[in-house]
């Protein structure tokens, strides 16, 4: 993944300390309720509260030593607050991610058109940016700060949007067409807009996104859904094996305190995940923020995860820009300085990205060979006539002053001129059209005078390192597919090249569409970029639509993503986020789980010692005493949350290994380790308490 | 839900005529044509029969060959185990009295000497068998009070001892030892 | 006794080699192909015309427990009354008396739900007709509800997206007349020349040789016990089962029947393998199962053969192992591997008394009925393994990063809130009945019940709790063993037990198949290399796991209080 533009501290002080001030106040049990997990501990921590209190006042000595039942109400307390702390900390570094989004745009001074009689008038007052409605209109000149999101109604103007991507190089957007869309807190470099809001106040994408992190409507996402009811079930099994104990106990003839019974509990019920859980789900929505997407949804993040199909466009994302030209190849006859002179002659007026590759590579071999390039650059155009591209002609270039014509074009088009003329076309130009044809290549035809001169071959430049991200992406299981205009036959060589594996060639919008039913019917997933208003409805169709943010508002509304960086590359990081959240939710559920193996060996020996000796020989910790075995329990039982708050907030990286061997490396790791640490951790701790009990 | 109902009732019939009428006839049928006639084996003396071959039967006398010791006393009308758990102090002392007991009626025999199976109850109460070795533990006594050479007892347990197929234990059936230590005796 | 160990393997392999074709047949069976048994076609058609039953008739999830349901209850109410006045009723040579109420309840249950918990015993607790009309039938029918409510689930499975599980009454029918009628035949008439009774003469009367007079009671005992095998069932003609000389005659008889328990339960495993095509998947399963089924094996002989070590103390030769409870002719490896054959399979059945295992055996035997899927009983058993693989599922879906998908079914909320509440049930149901059963012996001791909570156990202390324990995870598995010490024949016992195996029963049967009607609701998503296939050896052992750690984490204070305590006390 590339280097996070922003990116804030783990423990950053000033959000650590809104964190903490957080923690107590969603001690709140109306707010603790939501989870249900951590809901008991509290409950359990009240219980310990008031037997504390009764022992302080009537000083009843059946439920152990004063110290001992305050110390432990003393560390269920934390274990609270630790676990509040990992949530609030989660929302804390979301809300200060999205802040710093946000704070560019607060009360920025617009231009709002008033309407005056029928029309818009060019009166203009200056309102502050947060009275500015749905509908409304506002202008934005050289130098003002954009105040809000919006669509270009007219005009045209270059805008620093680094504020919002971190990108430095300006961006041109323009009423009309794919690119009318602007962000608010952009600054306009050139030229004067008239921008229509297109979102209430309030409203926009990066506010929903803000709500999402701070939790107020966060919903919880299907699978987190499904993961809490499985830990109240747990939790539910513990509570059943903690109150039959009590009988248990009876028939043993055993006393058991509420001290123990509570500790026993909250050992046992998975508090590590149910601690962790939400702050997993918030830290998930913030890398997804701080990869400079704004996801609509916590659910749309977690079905990036789950993608099989990703449809990419051709052009910015597998291959740079457009294509350039690699090489000359003159017909027999003609010298290589002298077609290399007419092919950039030809393309001296040519404004097209190919053009100007032309004259690129002409400089570039001309500057490698000799003192020639005097002859090319110091050649008298004046009174030369530039012909345009025409679809009719299908060709273009020059009739110089001395009426020699020179064209250059596709093969068809230049072959009928010079046949026309009676010329005929050399073979070995023929064969090399064709073979540059094969490669993936356009072959560009030039003639002067209907005499074909030879051949310049235009390749698309594959991105480098993409043919890696393609592997990476095969190995998480997803299927790549490219979106290509080209023909079959070149989208073919460039699939391969680039290494997806399939391709849609000569798309038209509604072939993305059909592509992305088709795969779904089957019962994939498909996710998509896009930033026309005509990707619009393949946006919404697919179960994962990003849109750029350069990208018209209709194909914004329709995606269920924003990228802010306009980085068709995205959706692989997006996907391997999404992957994150639920490995990361999975993995911490196994080691809260396997944790209680160890907790089990401390507690259980160590609440029936006295009446079973038999059972010392269950405590393989060789724990010092009943009272420290259950301490050591319960303080590691607290101190694991904020030892994996890091690994929560940062998630559990994901290994393109195949499904079966992450398993089996997770499985190792989180199972057996959540096995192991705590034995090493009680233990310790244990050895720790012995210096002082 | 009717339909469930009226389905669920003629199925019923049918079932326990197919399931609980037709097929035991067939397997009554079956247990006609097979050596105890479907009624169990029986063991007869001079015509008289003396018991079921596979029906543990109780011996207390010291001229028989006992067998092992029995929760419900071979009753066979109601069988039963112990159900004594390992651990039970009042069932270590039961076993404690059997072997202080079985020291008592066959003197010479040291406590080393007696297989477990003769001093713990068997799972039916009916257990027809010992094990060879509860068999020559008893050799001497029977020999001494029915004035028998030892070694010719002996040879009638080792005549007596049963192996199985697929690795089964030896064993001896009690029943069947005593009736030829009765012929053995009166010849 | 080595080669009692080598016996035991013997009858392992043995049922291996039988259980494979077995699920072959069976898969063909319910497919509807072509199979050596169609010549049972004509009384298959006549049952259904004389029913009104459509074979062909298709049912969603709820139809198939609808038609379920009303026929076990039919059952239930059947049972129950026949029970209650046996005594009026013909075929009842001994003249035993009818059941009381509450024993009648519990006994209607307990065949019923395929369980055969009995607080009676065979010999004088019923008659030889209810032996047969209530007991063998029900034996046989409950059996089938099992088996056809496993055919519902491997629909499920085998179709990308479908509503049709199946035809019920179809299925129970088949699996009666092609598999466990002629299985049982078979079974029978090899009991029966091995010498177990099959006549309707009642007891004999007879003197022995050292003269004493005696009662033996005898009766058609061999169909039932066939029967009481195949289908996981475990209720004994006489009250100590197969321990019984007259039930399980000899060596061989004992390994048939050890080979009976564990055959379908087995073989149901491979039939989901052929059924579904995914022998894979039936591969990784019964791997998983065979894994835990052979390690428990291994240590209940082992510990069986050594000996109990009260015993050793007390310096007599403990050559045979630990024989407190058990038959010299079948021997402690062997009554070792049935205690775990038949705690496995649901079916109940001993062929010596659990009571008297020593304690880590006992233990195993009861940890063996916590878990109830290593094969499990006829049907119920792979239901079972099914909600633990939904769990597993669930955990290890999200541990890869994907949103969990069984056979190309999204799991979502739903099915594990269903799956939770069923792994949930077990732990209520056994341990809070059993803490209820041990609050009444400490603190009410001399309630005036017909057995007093003072007199119910047979044995003082860790193993007294054991007892308590086991009956409830007995009951709770359906499968019908005991630790037969327990004064279990009364009110609280019959009743709580009663209520027990009812929800032990049917929840585990509903809730497996309302996942899979859910499931196979869903759409289907194809196989992509980012999917986790269930069908690897790396999920088996996930499976595995969650069957541990959740089985470990229910349920160890109850058994550290019990079997582990005992065995620390006497070793």
Redesign the interface.
């Known amino acids: 993944m590339k280097q996070r533009k922003r990116s804030i501290k783990l423990f950053d002080p000033a959000l650590t300390g809104t964190a903490i001030q957080q923690s107590f106040i969603k001690l709140n049990p109306a707010l603790m309720i939501k989870n249900p997990v951590m809901f008991t501990v509290e409950i359990g921590t009240a219980v310990m509260l008031v037997v504390s209190a009764w022992q302080a006042v009537t000083g009843d000595t059946t439920q152990g030593a004063l110290w001992y039942n305050i110390t432990i109400f003393a560390i269920l307390f934390i274990t609270v607050l630790f676990a509040n702390f990992a949530e609030a900390l989660a929302e804390a570094r979301g809300k200060a991610q999205a802040e710093s989004l946000r704070k560019t745009r607060e009360d920025t001074p617009a231009k709002k058109i008033t309407a005056t009689g029928n029309g818009f008038s060019k009166e203009t007052t200056v309102v502050a940016s947060s009275t500015l409605k749905l509908g409304d209109h506002f202008v934005c000149e050289a130098g003002d700060i954009i105040p809000m999101d919006g669509e270009i109604v007219k005009g045209i103007a270059t805008i620093d949007e680094s504020a919002i991507t971190g990108e430095s190089a300006p961006v041109i957007r323009e009423a009309g067409g794919d690119k009318s869309s602007v962000t608010g807190g952009t600054k306009i470099l050139s030229d004067r807009i008239i921008v229509k809001v297109t979102t209430a106040p309030g409203e926009s994408f990066l506010d929903k996104m803000i709500a999402l992190v701070e939790g107020a409507s966060r919903q919880k996402t299907?699978?987190e859904?499904?993961?809490t009811?499985?830990l109240?079930?747990?939790t539910?099994?513990?509570i059943?094996?903690c109150?039959?104990?009590?009988?248990?106990a009876?028939?043993?003839n055993t006393p058991i305190t509420i001290a123990a019974f509570i500790s026993l509990f909250v050992c046992?019920i998975p508090t590590t995940i149910g601690g962790l859980l939400s702050a997993i789900g918030i830290a998930g929505m913030d890398r997804a923020l701080r990869a400079n997407v704004i996801a609509k949804s916590g659910k749309a993040v977690?079905?990036a995860?789950?993608i099989?199909v990703l449809l990419l466009d051709k052009t910015g994302t597998i291959t740079i820009g457009n294509r350039k030209a690699t090489n000359f190849y003159p017909a027999n006859g003609v010298s290589n300085k002298e077609f290399i002179r007419i092919s950039a002659l030809s393309s001296m007026s040519d404004d097209t990205p190919e053009g100007k590759s032309i004259i690129e590579l002409a400089k570039s071999n001309i500057e490698k060979s000799d003192t020639s390039k005097v002859i090319l650059f110091s050649e008298d155009l004046s009174g030369a006539r530039f012909i345009k591209f025409t679809a009719e002609t299908r060709s273009s270039g020059v009739t110089m002053a001395n009426g020699t014509r020179i064209r250059k074009g596709a093969f068809d088009a230049i072959r009928n001129m010079t046949v026309k003329a009676g010329n005929t076309v050399p073979a070995e130009t023929e064969e090399k059209v064709k073979l540059i044809a094969g490669n993936g290549g356009t072959p560009l035809v030039v003639a002067v005078d209907d005499e074909i001169k030879g051949v310049i071959e235009l390749q698309d430049i594959i991105k480098p390192g993409i043919q890696e991200r393609f592997e990476r992406l095969?190995?998480?299981?997803?299927?790549t597919v490219m979106v290509t205009g080209d023909n079959p036959l070149t989208a073919k060589y460039i699939a391969n090249v680039a290494g997806v594996d399939d391709f849609i060639a000569e798309a038209k919008p509604e072939d993305k569409m059909n592509y992305i039913r088709q795969e779904q019917s089957?019962?994939?997933l498909v996710a998509m970029m896009g930033d026309g208003t005509n990707d619009a409805p393949a946006l919404a169709q697919a179960d994962v639509g990003v849109s750029m943010n350069s990208g018209t508002q209709a194909a914004k509304e329709a995606g269920n993503m924003i990228d802010l960086d306009n980085d068709p590359t995205k959706l692989i990081e997006v996907v391997e986020i999404?992957?994150?959240?639920?490995?990361t939710?999975?993995?911490l559920?196994?080691f809260s789980?396997?944790n209680?193996?160890a907790k089990?060996f401390a507690i259980?020996p160590a609440l029936?010692i006295a009446s079973?000796p038999?059972?010392?020989?269950?405590n393989i910790m060789n724990l010092k005493s009943p009272e420290s075995a259950i301490l050591s329990a319960v303080i590691f039982n607290a101190i694991i949350i904020p030892m994996l708050i890091p690994l929560a907030l940062k998630g559990v990286a994901?290994k393109p290994i195949?499904?079966?061997?992450?398993?089996?490396r997770?499985?190792l790791i989180?199972?057996l380790g959540g096995i192991i640490a705590p034995f090493i951790g009680i233990k310790l701790i244990d050895m720790l308490l012995g210096v002082f009990m | 839900m009717k339909k469930n109902v009226l389905i669920s009732l003629k199925l019923t019939l049918v079932m326990i005529i197919l399931c609980a009428v037709l097929y035991p006839l067939l397997i009554a049928g079956i247990g006609k044509v097979t050596p105890g006639g479907g009624k169990g084996e029986t063991l007869s003396v001079n015509g008289k029969v003396v018991g079921y071959e596979r029906v543990g039967q109780k011996f207390t006398e010291d001229k028989y060959f006992r067998g092992r010791p029995s929760a419900v006393d071979y009753n066979a009308a109601g069988s039963a185990g112990s159900n004594k758990g390992p651990s039970n102090p009042e069932y270590l002392k039961i076993v404690q009295d059997r072997i202080d007991s079985f020291l008592v009626h066959n003197p010479g025999i040291k406590k080393e000497e007696i297989p477990a199976d003769l001093v713990t109850a068997s799972g039916s109460g009916l257990d027809p068998d010992i094990s060879p070795a509860s068999a020559y533990v008893q050799v001497k006594r029977v020999a001494a009070i029915r004035k028998l050479q030892e070694n010719k007892v002996r040879t009638l347990v080792d005549e007596h001892i049963e192996t199985s197929l697929l690795g089964g234990p030896s064993l001896v059936n009690v029943l069947k030892l005593n009736i030829g230590l009765d012929k053995m005796s009166e010849l | 006794m080595s080669t009692e160990i080598l016996g035991t393997i013997i009858i392992f392999l043995f049922t291996m080699m039988l259980a494979y074709p077995l699920g072959k047949y069976m898969a063909k069976v319910f497919n509807g192909e072509k199979t050596l048994t169609d010549f049972m076609n004509p009384l298959e058609r006549l049952i259904f015309r004389i029913s009104g039953i459509n074979p062909k008739e298709s049912m969603n999830w709820k139809q198939f427990l609808k038609a379920m349901l009303t026929i076990n209850m039919l059952w239930l109410v059947y049972a129950f009354f026949m029970l209650l006045f046996q005594d009026k009723l013909p075929l009842n040579p001994d003249g035993n008396p009818g059941q009381t109420p509450d024993l009648a309840f519990n006994t209607a249950i307990s065949f019923l739900v395929n369980c055969n918990l009995q607080h009676y015993s065979g010999e004088s607790g019923l008659t030889y007709l209810t032996q047969l009309i209530v007991i063998t039938f029900l034996q046989f029918v409950s059996a089938a509800t099992g088996i056809a409510a496993l055919v519902a689930l491997f629909n499920g499975l085998k179709e990308k997206t479908t509503n049709n599980l199946g035809n019920f009454w179809n299925y129970l029918v088949k699996s009666t007349t092609r598999i466990l009628l002629p299985l049982s035949i078979v079974v029978a008439a090899i009991l029966a020349f091995n010498g177990t009774p099959t006549s309707y003469d009642g007891k004999d009367s007879i003197v022995t040789l050292q003269g004493d007079s005696v009662q033996v009671s005898r009766g058609p005992a061999a169909g039932m016990i066939a029967i009481k095998q195949l289908g996981t069932n475990g209720g004994g003609w006489f009250g100590v089962n197969s321990a019984h000389p007259l039930e399980n005659p000899n060596y061989f008889t004992n390994a048939v029947e050890t080979i009976a328990i564990l055959l379908i339960p087995i073989a149901l495993v491979f039939a989901l393998g052929f059924y579904i095509h995914r022998r894979k998947l039936a591969k990784v399963i019964f791997a998983v199962m065979t894994f835990l089924f052979v390690i428990f094996c291994t240590i209940n002989i082992y510990y069986e053969t050594k000996g109990n070590p009260a015993i050793d103390k007390l310096g007599v030769a403990q050559n045979m192992g630990s024989m407190e409870g058990k038959e010299v002719r079948l021997g402690a490896a062997a009554t070792a591997f049935w205690s775990v054959a038949t705690t496995s399979t649901s079916n109940g059945s001993v062929n010596g008394m659990h009571d008297s295992l020593t304690p880590v055996s006992g233990g195993v035997v009861i940890l063996d009925m916590m878990i109830n899927a290593l094969y499990g009983g006829v049907g119920v058993g792979l239901l079972n393994y099914f909600i633990f693989i939904i769990i597993a599922v669930f955990i290890s879906g999200l541990m890869v990063g994907r949103t969990p998908e069984f056979m190309g079914h999204k799991v979502e909320a739903r099915e594990v809130k269903i799956a939770a509440l069923i792994t949930l049930l077990s732990a209520f149901l056994i341990k809070g009945f059993t803490a209820l059963a041990a609050y009444m012996v400490i603190h009410h001791p001399e309630i005036g019940w017909a057995v007093k909570p003072s007199a119910w156990l047979n044995n003082p202390s860790y193993h007294g709790f054991s007892e308590m324990l086991y009956e409830y995870t007995s009951s709770n598995a359906n499968n019908g063993s005991g630790f037969e010490g327990l004064g279990d024949n009364n009110i609280f016992w019959n009743v709580s037990t009663g209520i027990v195996l009812l929800l032990g029963r049917f929840l585990p049967i509903i809730a497996p198949l309302a996942i899979m009607g859910l499931l196979a609701n869903k759409k289907f998503i194809p196989e992509s290399p980012g999917t986790l296939r269930t069908d690897s050896y790396t999920f088996g052992v996930m499976t595995l796991v969650i069957i541990i750690i959740i089985t470990a984490l229910s349920y160890l204070p109850a058994l550290g209080l019990g079997p582990i305590a005992e065995y620390f006390s006497i070793y």
């Open positions: 299907p699978n859904i499904a993961l009811i499985l109240a079930a747990f539910l099994i513990f059943i094996v109150v039959t104990l009590k009988p248990f009876d028939y043993a046992l977690e079905t995860g789950d099989d095969r190995k998480m299981g997803v299927k089957s019962g994939k999404g992957k994150q959240l639920l490995i939710r999975g993995t559920t196994t789980i396997a209680d193996v089990y259980v029936f079973i038999a059972l010392q020989s269950l994901y195949g499904a079966s061997a992450l398993l089996r997770n499985l989180y199972g």
